[in-house]
């Protein structure tokens, strides 16, 4: 039986960005009522939703073959006691649904009967009760015959148990809990900008209301909730998990980079990995008590101890990982003499385990909320910023398509080409440009020249990043081509 669902529903049972289907909506192709979007809909615009392919059965079908692998239980399949949780919820409310059904057919054959019992006893029949017993049969034989299977509702039925959708109020915001997330970290999954602290459950700072449907705790918390609190539904976001098919919360999240608080966090080396001959990663971790609240291309301030009691080596560098992953913080550091906290990590002076005390974060270079397709463009280590926002972006799935655009001026410029080669073939709504050019600028040049044979007949969103001669030039040639200021977001990096 067809049904209606949420547009973040419906993406996920055909396996497309939310930004397609909202894309839609705008052209008139999709028609909402109250918010919600009816099967039979996507079934006309999507009829290969029937072939399962690369739709929920999918991974069904994957989850069964390899039934034994740690990593896709955990990421995919919840916990025994959640899983149970759920199931024991969708039987009531199928259990509902029959009572329903035998209340509603136990009716119609009682009319049916009655109507039968007036027939016989009217004189010389009665045309209008002979007619009505017709409709009342015919009726009751469409009701009770075999109609085709609605593959979308099938899906829907084992996404519901396989992972829970939450409504965040008053924004409207939806994301999935799947796996052993937590409400917290699957909101951070799915790019929300949730209000946290620690992460652990001493704080308080990520508590939400539940409004409708059910969770269920996954770790012990120090911080206690008043009763006050308990009664109003109050639960800490960090230690609970959903135990129904869908969940709706209230809470309040971060509109932008000021409502995110500075912080001053002393992290220690986890890793520092060569990526080029002037290239290095550096990778720090946070302390599992205080995690790093940041959003995607923002940058921190770096300090390292300095050398023989010497003064402190202090740069600002952009962060190149994921809010979602808020222990772990990625650096890509170049050869820079100007840059002390380069010098001393070319130099060999930084190694595994050493401290690093982090200042920040800072910067308004930030991802936009937008159904607009989104185009990044870097230059060298400019990719630090960008790689943050396409990893954001792809945990949000709202852009219809991404492209990306790296110019190299160096001969280890593209240092993360395996990176994108593998987000455009695992992702098919993304493609990527590398170029290479001694000058910043003039590889700016030929960079517009590409995006306007490709890209100017489209709505887009552009992001970019590198040193100001790059970004400089870039803007020029965008503007000079009609893409509106609204539109142009950038950032300087050395």
Same mark, same amino acid.
């Given at each position: 039986?067809? +049904?209606? !669902?949420?547009?973040?529903?419906?993406?996920?049972?055909? *396996?497309?960005? =939310?930004? !397609?289907? @909202? +894309?839609?909506?705008?052209?008139?192709?999709?028609?909402?009522?109250?918010?919600?979007?009816?099967?039979?809909?996507?079934? =006309?615009?999507?009829?290969?939703? +029937?072939?399962?392919?690369? #739709?929920?059965?999918?991974?069904?079908? +994957?989850? &069964?073959?390899e039934a034994f692998g740690r990593r896709l239980r955990e990421r995919v399949l919840p916990s025994q006691e959640v899983l149970a949780q759920r199931l024991f919820r969708q039987t009531q409310e199928l259990a509902d649904v029959q009572r329903h059904l035998q209340r509603y057919h136990a009716l119609v054959i009682e009319l049916r009967s009655t109507l039968a019992q007036q027939i016989e006893q009217a004189k010389d029949g009665d045309g209008r009760l002979l007619a009505l017993h017709r409709q009342l049969n015919d009726g009751l034989a469409r009701a009770l015959a075999m109609e085709s299977v609605d593959m979308l509702d099938v899906m829907d039925d084992m996404l519901k148990v396989m992972s829970a959708q939450v409504t965040l109020r008053p924004s409207g915001h939806q994301f999935a809990v799947e796996g052993h997330d937590t409400l917290l970290q699957a909101g951070m999954r799915a790019g929300l900008k949730l209000n946290y602290g620690c992460g652990n459950g001493s704080c #308080?700072?990520? %508590?939400? &209301?539940? $409004?409708?449907?059910?969770?269920?705790?996954?770790?012990?918390?120090?911080?206690?909730?008043?009763?006050?609190? %308990?009664?109003q539904g109050y639960v800490l976001a960090c230690a609970h998990t959903a135990a129904s098919a869908e969940l709706t919360l209230e809470t309040l999240e971060a509109a932008g980079p000021d409502d995110i608080p500075e912080q001053q966090i002393v992290a220690s080396v986890r890793a520092v990995r060569e990526l080029g001959k002037d290239t290095r990663l550096?990778?720090? @971790?946070?302390?599992?008590?205080?995690?790093?609240? /940041?959003?995607?291309?923002?940058?921190?301030?770096?300090?390292?101890?300095?050398r023989g009691g010497g003064d402190d080596a202090q740069a600002l560098h952009p962060i190149a990982s994921c809010p979602c992953d808020d222990r772990n913080l990625q650096f890509f550091i170049a050869r820079n003499a100007d840059d002390p906290v380069a010098r001393q990590l070319f130099d060999g002076g930084l190694k595994v385990g050493d401290a690093v005390t982090l200042w920040g974060p800072v910067g308004q270079f930030v991802l936009n909320e937008s159904t607009h397709p989104l185009v990044f463009a870097a230059c060298d280590t400019g990719f630090a910023p960008i790689k943050s926002l396409i990893e954001h972006a792809l945990s949000m799935d709202q852009a219809p398509s991404m492209s990306l655009f790296w110019l190299a001026t160096r001969p280890d410029g593209h240092f993360m080409a395996n990176q994108c080669r593998a987000w455009s073939q695992a992702l098919d709504p993304f493609e990527y440009t590398l170029s290479s050019d001694d000058d910043a600028a003039s590889g700016a040049h030929q960079m517009v020249a590409a995006m306007?044979?490709?890209? /100017?007949?489209?709505?887009?969103?552009?992001?970019?990043?590198?040193? @100001?001669? /790059?970004?400089?030039?870039?803007? &020029? *040639?965008? $503007?000079? *081509?009609?893409?509106?200021a609204a539109q142009l977001h950038s950032e300087f990096t050395p």
């Open positions: 039986m067809a +049904q209606w !669902v949420t547009i973040w529903r419906a993406a996920h049972l055909l *396996g497309v960005p =939310r930004g !397609v289907l @909202q +894309q839609q909506v705008r052209r008139g192709e999709i028609e909402l009522s109250d918010g919600l979007v009816h099967t039979e809909t996507l079934l =006309r615009l999507y009829p290969q939703a +029937q072939l399962e392919e690369g #739709g929920l059965l999918e991974r069904v079908a +994957q989850i &069964r073959d #308080g700072m990520c %508590k939400v &209301r539940v $409004t409708a449907g059910q969770v269920t705790r996954t770790m012990h918390t120090d911080y206690a909730l008043s009763e006050a609190e %308990k009664a550096l990778h720090l @971790q946070t302390p599992r008590s205080h995690r790093l609240r /940041f959003l995607a291309g923002q940058s921190l301030t770096l300090g390292l101890a300095g306007r044979a490709d890209l /100017f007949d489209i709505e887009c969103d552009y992001y970019i990043a590198g040193p @100001q001669p /790059f970004v400089q030039a870039l803007l &020029r *040639g965008l $503007t000079a *081509g009609g893409v509106p």
